[in-house]
């Protein structure tokens, strides 16, 4: 008679490769997923992946780190999700900068319905950079998601009064990156490569021409193919991500941030575009900085808002990289996997 292994009997390993193919969801930076994993009996690392930095756009690696740190929460949810108590670690060994997180497990604990809901947030979450519908985010859905952020880091909604600079800001940032060579270089690069590699984006998600908005979104450089309505952000509600200070340990936790408000959106029907193009260039980093009051350091801009109903349904998800290309198993026995 075959045995069935139970939840309780499933070694760490499995529970940390799954937990490393559930973070391959996670949104990062034009789905550069920039992030390795490594699988060890006992633990699983993260890793940057600096090859898939972007060289121009983030030379400091603000939005890497952040993307590590989305994955970093969307593992932590899918252990949670399967019964594992966890700790985690962030940048464990002086010695070594992108080791960026050490996940242990610390026994079974209870599933909880809300760690159910947010791991199924992880297979269905994707970002929609149409305009969204003239329905207003109910009060207590924006307070979710501000409360989700402000559990692993720091989120500051934009009130109405502040929308004319954020939007100016946006469109600066953009002028400056178009006429910016490498920049241009790295954004055509990203956005063709997408149907052959596993990452990048298509054209299939990103609007056939410039949408109507408040709020300039990030300028690719090239028209998509995603139809886009005569809809106009006017219900949308802008919120930054920041922190006391400006390092790599900061934007990893601001990733855990970002994640965790977007998949508390994500079960509500919220929709979610991050606006990175504003933080990236140093001018329009102050502006939003300005809008902080002196809270802190400004990590991401992001758009929230429901979802036009009449733009028939989702846009198409955007690729993943093989799981060979992104986690390392070498380190474990075939018999622990």
């Known amino acids: 008679m075959r045995h069935e292994t139970s939840a309780d009997d499933r ?21 550069t997923q920039p992030w390795r994993w490594r699988v060890h009996p006992e633990r699983l690392d993260l890793f940057a992946a600096r090859s898939r930095q972007l060289a121009a756009g983030d030379p400091q690696g603000r939005q890497l780190m952040l993307s590590c740190g989305a994955a970093l929460h969307h593992a932590r949810i899918a252990l949670a999700a399967d019964g594992w108590a966890t700790h985690v670690t962030r940048f464990p060994q ?95 690069y990203w956005t063709g490569r997408a149907t052959l590699s596993g990452a990048g984006l298509p054209a ?47 934007w990893l936790r601001a990733g855990e941030a970002l994640s965790a408000a977007w998949l508390t959106a994500t079960t509500i029907g919220v ?21 902080l009051a002196g809270l802190g350091h400004p990590y991401l801009a992001l758009r929230l808002g429901i979802a036009d109903p009449e733009q028939h349904g989702p846009p198409p998800r955007t690729p993943r990289l093989a799981v060979a290309q992104v986690i390392d198993t070498s380190a474990v026995p075939a018999d622990q996997l």
């Open 11 to 31: 070694l760490p390993a499995v529970a940390f490769t799954g937990a490393a193919t559930a973070a391959g969801n996670a949104p990062s930076i034009l789905n």
């Open 94 to 188: 002086a010695s070594d900068p992108d080791l960026l997180a050490t996940l242990v497990v610390n026994g079974r604990t209870p599933v909880t319905m809300e760690a159910l809901r947010l791991a199924h947030a992880t297979r269905i979450r994707h970002t929609d950079r149409r305009p969204v519908s003239e329905q207003s985010i109910p009060e207590v859905g924006l307070r979710a998601v501000a409360t989700a952020a402000c559990a692993e880091g720091n989120l500051q909604v934009l009130g109405a009064d502040d929308l004319a600079e954020l939007g100016s800001a946006a469109g600066r940032a953009a002028a400056v990156e178009a006429g910016d060579p490498q920049i241009a270089s790295e954004l055509t």
């Open 204 to 250: 299939s998600v990103l609007p056939e021409h410039p949408t109507q908005t408040t709020v300039p979104s990030r300028n690719f450089g090239r028209p998509g193919t995603l139809p886009v309505g005569v809809g106009h952000d006017r219900t949308a509600v802008y919120a930054l991500l920041f922190g006391d200070g400006d390092g790599p340990l900061d």
């Open 271 to 291: 929709s979610v575009v991050p606006l990175s193009g504003v933080v990236e260039v140093a001018a329009t980093w102050h502006t939003l900085r300005h809008l």
